[in-house]
């Protein structure tokens, strides 16, 4: 049965731009090889690290979100654990998260729409409809942590 | 004391009114300092995809030492903060976010 997952791999700030590329791929072969696909590939490009992963302080990410089976995902964990051109990597599944955000929103628009109609308005918001936003409240203190850190 | 200003000063607000008449009726000071009712962030702007990628969104709710923010403070609800648990874990895998301040 056939699932999505994303992968999202970092490589190392060595690796060259044809090594990312030769990187993709390896796991383009694999997902094919196991009768998956590869549904989008997004490259962010170098990033700096929050944390030494292994003394190097940033990496070049690559996101895939695949469709295929479990061994295929457990095929790609395998084979990116061993390259040591990958410092770190993360497989997860989204399917099924996907799933239940897109029932909260078709729920949301729903109810909406039957309240607005009951109200006697059309079922979608018209342009420049609803209220403005509130003005910024600088007293505000819900918290304001963090904000600096970025 | 700007607690009290910000009685008079109008807006939204729950139980604003009750408090008013009860300072009327006995004049005492039960609330020195203005608390903001807190409000889940994720059920106000109806976020319903609490995302490890998204950096931004989860940023503020690691502050300084890079601990999760509890709920007691943040005002998150139980659900959401469960999911903002799992992201912020998801994102500390891959170095977006940092397990702890250096």
Known sequence: MNRKYELVYIASPDATDDQVTELHTQVEAIVQR??????????????????EIGRHKEGTYVLEVIDGTGELMKEIDRRLKVTDLVIRHLVVRVD?????????RGKRTEVSRRRRVARGLPPDRQPGEGQ???PDDDRDDRFDLGEDMR | MNGRKSFGGGGGGRGRGAQGAQQGKDGQQRRPMFRRRKVCKFCADKIDDINYKDTRLLMPFVPERAKILPRRISGTCALHQRKLRIAIMRAR?????????E
């Open chain 1, 34 to 51: 196991l009768g998956g696909k590869i549904d989008k590939t997004e490259n962010w490009g170098r990033r700096r690290l929050a944390y």
């Open chain 1, 96 to 104: 099924e998260v996907q799933e239940v955000i897109d029932r909260t």
């Open chain 1, 132 to 134: 403005r936003g509130e």
């Open chain 2, 93 to 101: 895998q891959l170095a977006l976010i940092p397990y702890t301040a």
